[in-house]
């Protein structure tokens, strides 16, 4: 705030100085609210302004008026306070009139969100919980309203997929429950009928289970390793069978994550956003504790991180709300976040990668209507440089590559004269990400994620407006030829696609209702966990753990 407050007395000083000179119209500057700054339709709004004459004198408060392109004239004063405004972008003017008769004018975009939906929450029973048949189960939940003033409005139910309406209200105990796998759902209502969902799962046994933890999963190997630290003996028809678990772990802040990376066992990084206050957020693990350790504020989300150390990251991001967008890059030096890049001539940055600190990639949208074109940075060590933009084959999504010498990118486009009119495919650059071109087209579907190793790379998708479609591609060719590989996730969309350094590959995605977890497994995907809320990143330190991450959702899988 220092820095804008400095730039703001510099304008003020500047424009006064010349009007002074030419003696033609009075001085306005707006000093709150700030640009771009983000209000929900219940928050009251601070309008304030400064204004001088030519000749030094302040302009009377009568002689000031206030006035949004949306809702009109909003009143007269130096200061201002103002609530109710319509949802959407609003251009707040004000306006100064000075003794001659002559205006000056000062403007900023703001944008209100309309009704938010309210968060659900489930305190009881634990997700994955196991129970006998007539045991007395105890259902515990909240919700809150990101209005705030709807908070005493709110309204909860609880839906089992085998019994159906369970309860409603903060708190239902059932002893009656159908033997099976129940799927729970809470649905929170505030007062003008916006909901929000969670969900969880329980099972209910004739017989005393075995011990659970917090996320099920479905059985993946018929032996078990050294390596795995959480077991449960799982009964089938014809076999008895080992399976490992995901842990679920405590947020340490309320933020949706879309990104991962692990530098090492101790040192991972998680990176998303904070919805409340437009913020990027950056989480770190040092081994034992997430912590935040670092917040940008009003720079919207941050989608990936990548980096070889500490002191060497780069978290990219940004945000795009109507005609307005801006991508950002902020990265590590000497221990602290600095904004690095940004601009408003592109669209949101949604992935990074590099060969070494002097070798950086950054990819994303392209500014307009958002639908047919890409922006690709460079960074060479120094400063970040446009090298491939305006691509017509729709935005980038992920960018990765085979060494130096073979870089690959994924894009999509909606375009609604195909059909169907979803569009993607796997780009390929040889020369440095100066030059691309199309190996694998497919349609229906985004591609969204990519990772390789030195022999093959995968790249994984589905429909993102719908949340379905899963897709996996692979190549051992080097990128030239591509195989759509079958996987049992028509109901998800496939966010993100990582692998060891031991051969195995992990996908995570979801639906409009869960989230998923896939592994490969002897080139069979097989579902691991499911029933957590969306996945959209994994990444792991290379042998021992592996980490996914989701909206206020972060999984530990000890391999």
């Known amino acids: ?20 000179v030419v003696g033609c119209r009075p001085v306005v500057l707006i000093m ?31 002689a000031l008026s206030w006035k949004s392109d949306r809702d009109g004239e909003l009143g007269q004063g130096k200061q201002l306070k103002v609530s109710g405004l319509s949802p959407g972008l609003h251009t707040i003017t004000a ?97 003008e009928g916006a909901q929000g ?63 991962v990376s692990a530098l090492a066992g101790d040192s991972v990084y998680a990176v998303g956003g904070d919805d409340k206050t437009n913020s990027g957020v950056v989480l770190h693990y040092n081994g034992h504790t997430w912590s935040e350790t670092f917040r940008a504020g009003g720079a919207g989300f941050f989608y990936n991180i990548w980096g070889n150390d500490a002191n060497g990251l780069f978290a990219v991001g940004g945000y795009a709300e109507g005609m307005l967008q801006q991508g950002t ?5 000497d221990g602290f976040w600095t904004e690095s890049y940004s601009s408003s001539a592109m669209g949101t940055l949604f992935s990074v990668w590099g060969n070494g600190e002097g070798d950086v990639f950054a990819v994303g949208g392209g500014v307009g209507l958002g639908t047919v074109s890409g922006t690709l940075l460079g960074y060479n060590g120094s400063e970040w440089e446009s090298v491939y933009t305006q691509f017509s084959g729709g935005w980038f999504y992920d960018v990765c590559g085979m060494g130096r010498d073979r870089l690959f990118a994924v894009s999509g486009v909606y375009d609604p004269l195909l059909e169907p009119p979803l569009k993607s495919a ?31 790379i995968y790249a994984v998708g589905g429909n993102i407006a719908e949340r379905n479609g899963g897709t996996v591609l692979y190549s051992t060719d080097r990128g030239d030829a591509w195989t ?34 896939f592994r490969l497994q002897e080139s069979k995907w097989v579902r691991m966990a499911y029933g957590m809320r969306p996945l959209y990143g994994i990444g792991g330190d290379g042998a021992e753990k592996v980490y996914a991450v989701g909206d206020e959702t972060i999984l530990i899988y000890r391999q």
């Open 484 to 517: 759509e590989m079958e996987i049992d996730a028509q109901q998800y969309c496939l966010n993100a696609v990582w692998g060891d350094m031991n051969g195995n590959v992990y996908a995570v995605g979801g639906s409009s209702l869960e989230g998923v977890v």
């Open 329 to 333: 890059v902020y990265s590590t030096r």
């Open 1 to 20: 705030m220092m820095r804008r407050g400095l730039e703001k007395v510099c304008v003020l000083f500047t424009a006064t100085l010349v009007c002074c």
């Open 32 to 62: 709150s609210p700030d640009n771009n700054d983000r209000f929900s339709k219940t928050d009251e709004i601070f309008l304030r302004c400064v204004a001088f004459s030519p000749d030094y004198t302040t302009v009377p408060a009568d």
């Open 95 to 191: 306006r100064a009139t000075g003794k001659d008769n002559r205006h000056a004018y000062a403007s900023v975009r703001i944008s209100v969100i309309g009704n938010m939906s309210p968060i659900a929450f489930i305190e009881m029973p634990e997700n994955g919980a196991s129970f006998t048949s007539g045991d007395e189960i105890r259902f515990k939940g909240r919700g809150y309203d990101p209005d705030a003033s709807q908070n005493d409005n709110l309204s909860l139910q609880w839906e089992s997929s085998i019994d159906g309406i369970i309860g409603t209200g903060n708190a239902v105990v059932r002893a009656d429950m159908s033997e099976g796998n129940h799927r729970i759902t809470l649905t929170v209502t505030d007062g």
């Open 197 to 259: 969902r969670t969900r969880c799962t329980v099972n209910v046994s004739g017989t005393v289970p075995a011990a659970t933890t917090t996320v099920p999963v479905v059985p993946t190997s018929t032996t078990t390793t050294a390596r795995v630290t959480t077991t449960t003996t799982v009964a089938t028809t014809s076999t008895t069978t080992t399976v490992s678990h995901w842990q679920a772990v405590e947020l340490p802040v309320e933020c949706d994550l879309k990104g």
């Open 426 to 456: 796997v780009l390929m650059s040889s020369n440095n990400g100066l030059s691309w071109h199309e190996t694998h087209v497919v349609t229906g579907v985004f591609l969204l994620d990519l990772w390789s190793d030195e022999t093959v």
